[in-house]
């Protein structure tokens, strides 16, 4: 509300300043519950940090208890000619093989030609492209011109060829060469090409510059079970149980054959107790860091110690414990120590890979058993407080919000009350202002009534 101006029309007094000070005094527990928003706002946000990184936290443990997680295996190949790639469903073996051809699509070139729309002559311009199984694809160019005929032919979703114009001489009357290229290797992906809508129109094609070829691999060559696989994909999928191999060189006579091994993927399945190490290392630390106490000096001296964000609280205290005592505690009388998992005299957790490791070729079973239990257990506490519906910290979070928000209100109140304290004390001292000067009205005219009357010898 603004001011009425009334400062030093009669009491000399600085009433705004007074009015101010004033409203100070009576605005004490309004900021009171500014500070205390604030902060508990701070907190909130605190606390959702923590519950986002718990929620990751039951994540790593979910996916590292999962008896699926530790089904990984690597397929490696003792060849660059070949290529292996394990999936889910695979199993530790090894293989031998000879590639004996790569899959390859046809190449075709038409006859030389200008560009006169002289190569397809039919009015309207088209062109039948016939495919391996005898279906026929008729593309209609906007015109005759090699270029137009390349587009139709590239635009057409069902054609299973794409066409390239190839200049093929210089000169004022340049020669070219319309080249078809097969979209599908191995012989189901062989062509012809035909000038108009059918296939008793004239070639396109003069010659072959690829045929189409399949892939072949030769397995246990030169043994009595000598078996060929023969294909038109160069990718040859499920060779072993989930593994799939493609090929892109043919085996010489002077090379050794191609072996695929499938083994264990140790590196995969550190990854997973590492990974759960890491996640409850977080969460940790980001307890810690906001429980820290900072201590400062001032001026004059005095030194003030001031707790982090979550050091009074016993909800983050009590979830600290859990998780901690999640990861920490033995499984079936073993200490998880023996699976790399460190428990430090500071309560922090460590991954020991030399140990994880040695445990890993000592005993594999053990290992899965071992870490998938703590997984589990670390799952199970994470979820309890960060689930996004029935989470302890997430009703914590909403109680907290549900805090700020009434406090947000009761700071409305506090404006709108302060905003009439405001206006009475204006119109108290304005009024004051008005009394002062009617008095010292008053005052003048008994001065001069007194001013005015005979005076005596």
């Known amino acids: 509300m603004a001011s009425f101006g009334i400062d030093g029309l009669v009491s000399g007094l600085n009433t705004t300043d007074l009015i101010n000070q004033l409203m100070q005094v009576e605005a004490m527990p309004q900021t009171l519950l ?26 790593a443990g979910k996916t590292a208890a999962k008896p699926a997680s530790w089904q990984a295996y690597t397929a490696t190949s003792s060849s660059e000619g070949a290529k292996a790639t394990a999936g889910s469903t695979a199993q530790p073996g090894t293989v031998t093989f000879h590639v004996d051809a790569v899959a390859a699509a046809q190449v075709s070139v038409s006859r030389a030609t200008l560009d006169d729309k002289s190569l397809v002559p039919t009015i309207p311009p088209a062109v039948t492209i016939k495919k391996n199984d005898g279906t026929l694809v008729t593309v209609q160019p ?47 992906g062989t062509f012809e090409v035909f000038a108009g809508t059918g296939d008793t129109g004239p070639s396109l094609v003069e010659a072959d510059v690829r045929t189409a070829q399949d892939a072949v691999v030769t397995l246990w060559k030169g043994t009595a079970f000598e078996e060929g696989f023969t294909q038109s994909s160069n990718t040859f999928s499920g060779l072993l149980t989930g593994v799939d191999v493609t090929v892109s060189k043919v085996t010489g006579v002077d090379d050794d054959p191609v072996t695929i091994t499938v083994a264990q993927d140790d590196a995969a399945l550190k990854k997973l107790a590492s990974g759960l190490v890491g996640a409850m290392g977080v969460v940790l630390q980001e307890i810690s860091s906001k429980s820290a106490t900072t201590t400062k000096t001032g001026t004059d001296g005095r030194t003030t110690v001031t707790g982090g964000l979550f050091s009074a609280d016993s909800a983050v205290r009590g979830i600290q414990q859990q998780l901690s005592s999640a990861m920490a505690l033995p499984v079936d009388g073993r200490s998880p120590v023996e699976v790399g998992i460190i428990v430090g005299r500071d309560g922090t957790f460590t991954f020991d890979e030399a140990k994880f490791t040695a445990a890993l070729a000592a005993d594999p079973a053990k290992v899965q058993s071992m870490v998938s239990a703590i997984a589990a257990r670390v799952e199970e506490a994470a979820t309890s407080i960060s689930d996004k519906y029935e989470g302890s910290l997430t009703l914590k979070i909403q109680s907290q919000e549900g805090l700020v928000k009434t406090m947000g209100s009761q700071i409305e109140d506090w404006d709108r009350r302060l905003e009439v304290r405001r206006a009475s004390l204006q119109r108290t001292y304005s009024a004051l202002e008005v009394t002062l000067s009617n008095l010292n009205s008053q005052s003048s005219w008994l001065a001069g009534q007194l001013g005015s009357l005979p005076t005596s010898s």
Request: hydrophobic content about 30%.
């Open 34 to 59: 500014k500070s205390k928003q604030t902060q508990t706002q701070s907190f909130v946000s605190g606390l959702q940090g923590l519950n986002s990184r718990i929620a990751s936290l039951a994540e």
């Open 142 to 188: 906007t015109t005759g011109s090699l270029a137009d005929i390349a587009k139709a032919v590239n635009d057409s979703a069902d054609a299973g060829v794409k066409a390239t114009v190839v200049r093929i001489s210089g000169g004022t009357d340049p020669q070219y060469r319309l080249q078809f290229t097969g979209t599908k290797t191995g012989t189901d």
